[in-house]
């Protein structure tokens, strides 16, 4: 059975800093497109950062190039989400996902991933 569970999401100050993890089951993670999507309340969910199955290549959305960091690690079979100088903007539900690709990068649209985790609070705020 596929799965993926979040964790580590919580209440941080603006300026602090939070380590998602994205636990993988049923599959091997690095075949996959593995990526974390955001999505705050009363707007879509997008793409953050993503990590190709070939080479880790990675992809990181503007709204958070030099704050967030994507990374995987294929003994544990689980990715990361290392997030630095958080903003209010960033609160949001944050979840994981996980596609097959053949080409980099590929789509980011919601409907091509089919596997997804269950999600996991952010919250900036003082």
């Known amino acids: 059975q596929v799965q993926l569970v979040e964790s580590g999401g919580g209440l941080v100050q603006p300026g602090g800093s939070l380590t998602l993890s994205c636990a993988a089951s049923?599959?091997?993670?690095?075949?996959?497109?593995s990526a974390w999507f955001r999505q705050a309340p009363g707007k879509e969910r997008e793409v953050v950062a993503c990590?190709?199955?070939?080479?880790?290549?990675?992809y990181v959305a503007d709204s958070v190039k030099g704050r967030f960091t994507v990374s995987r690690d294929s003994a544990k079979n689980t990715l990361y989400l290392q997030m630095n100088s958080l903003k209010p903007e960033d609160t949001a539900v944050y979840y994981c996902?996980?596609?097959?690709?053949?080409?980099?990068?590929?789509?980011?649209?919601?409907?091509?991933?089919?596997?997804w985790g269950r999600g996991t609070q952010v919250t900036v705020s003082s």
């Open positions: 996902a996980a596609r097959p690709i053949s080409i980099w990068p590929p789509s980011f649209d919601v409907a091509s991933f089919g596997s």
């Open positions: 990590v190709s199955n070939a080479d880790d290549t990675t």
């Open positions: 049923g599959f091997t993670l690095d075949t996959y497109a």
